[in-house]
Nanobody, 124 residues
């Protein structure tokens, strides 16, 4: 089991940037794929990005490709989501998740541990 705590959310103007962090506890972090999901008001949870355990494979939702970057530092037990060129439609609660395996997935069912979420609000 991995415990996850997100940070870095906030209010930003359209076109701005934020970097989310997810600190993990537990010895399995370095062998687990990690992912970011988000849930906007009135919408279903959706995949944002994921990264394999070594950081060599990444996946992105089409809506964030080219604007968001997922990375990880296994020495610090932390995964990041750099978000640039933010749009109002990026407004959501962002959740960090740890995978059951080291291979990056894109479905919520690929991930077994979830953080509490951090709010990102992008104003127009």
């Amino acid at each position: 089991q991995v415990e996850l705590v997100e940070s870095g959310g906030g209010l930003v103007q359209a076109g701005g940037s934020l970097r989310l962090s997810c600190a993990a506890s537990g010895r399995t972090f370095s062998t687990a794929a990690m992912g970011w999901f988000r849930r906007a008001p009135g919408k279903e949870r959706e995949f944002v990005a994921s990264i394999s355990w070594k950081g060599t494979i990444t996946y992105y939702a089409d809506s964030v490709k080219g604007r968001f970057t997922i990375s990880r530092d296994n020495a610090k037990n932390t995964v990041y989501l750099q978000m640039n060129s933010l749009k109002p439609e990026d407004t959501a609660v962002y959740y960090c998740a740890a995978g059951y395996t080291g291979w990056a997935g894109v479905m919520p069912s690929d991930f077994g541990s979830w953080g509490q979420g951090t709010q990102v609000t992008v104003s127009s």
